[in-house]
Antibody, heavy 119, light 109 residues
């Protein structure tokens, strides 16, 4: 069965960086893309960006350009999202979600990773 | 940028009632690129509807989606206790690539 398993919760200081992983199983990793979506406490869903696991192409939300990098390691079927220069308003649950080659919705989601930014 | 506006913000209904949730886009959206998700507290979102009206695998037939252009609707025909949650619509566009509505909270009356 398809699974996306994310790394554990993180606590970071303002200005630091965080790297969240998302390990995929149960499907051919390189046939799909991965998007990252975050959710601040009590708020809605915010799309952060997408990476093709096939060729590494990326597309980032404009507001995060320059602070976010998404990568994949096809040898381990793992996607990564690194966010730099963290601010308090980056405190959120970060989700990875699978996106198909021919569709642009998210059929499987990771369990979420809470990133807390606090001095 | 296409903005999705969901209404109402909160919907209070009783089990057994019919729920109608709206998602309005600021510009026309291809039906192929409109999806709905359900999210319960402490859980990741779950795909309900894609392509505006196709149910995802395992989704009960009391959930249905409709609409086109700028107006889309999620209908739950007879509410079950487990249906009380937050619902989001999502669209695919050019820039940004993906946007979500702000959500509708469906609560027990």
């Amino acid at each position: 069965q398809v699974q996306l398993v994310q790394s554990g919760a993180e606590v970071k200081k303002p200005g630091a960086s965080v790297k969240v992983s998302c390990k995929a199983s149960g499907y051919t990793f390189t046939s799909y893309g991965i998007s990252w979506v975050r959710q601040a406490p009590g708020q809605g869903l915010e799309w952060m960006g997408w990476i093709s696991a096939y060729n590494g192409n990326t597309n980032y939300a404009q507001k995060l350009q320059g602070r976010v990098t998404m990568t994949t390691d096809t040898s381990t079927s793992t996607a990564y999202m690194e966010l730099r220069s963290l601010r308090s308003d980056d405190t959120a649950v970060y989700y990875c979600a699978r996106e198909g080659p021919y569709y642009v919705f998210f059929d499987y989601w990771g369990q979420g990773t809470l990133v807390t930014v606090s001095s | 940028e296409i903005v999705l506006t969901q209404s109402p913000g909160t919907l209070s209904l009783s089990p057994g009632e019919r729920a109608t949730l709206s998602c309005r886009a600021s510009q026309s959206v291809s039906s192929s690129y409109l999806a709905w998700y359900q999210q319960k507290p402490g859980q990741a979102p779950r795909l309900l509807i894609y392509g505006a009206s196709s149910r995802a695998t395992g989704i009960p037939d009391r959930f249905s989606g409709s609409g086109s252009g700028t107006d889309f609707t999620l209908t739950i025909s007879r509410l079950e206790p487990e249906d009380f949650a937050v619902y989001y619509c999502q669209q695919y566009g050019s820039s940004p690539r993906i946007t979500f509505g702000q959500g509708t909270r469906l609560e027990i009356k």
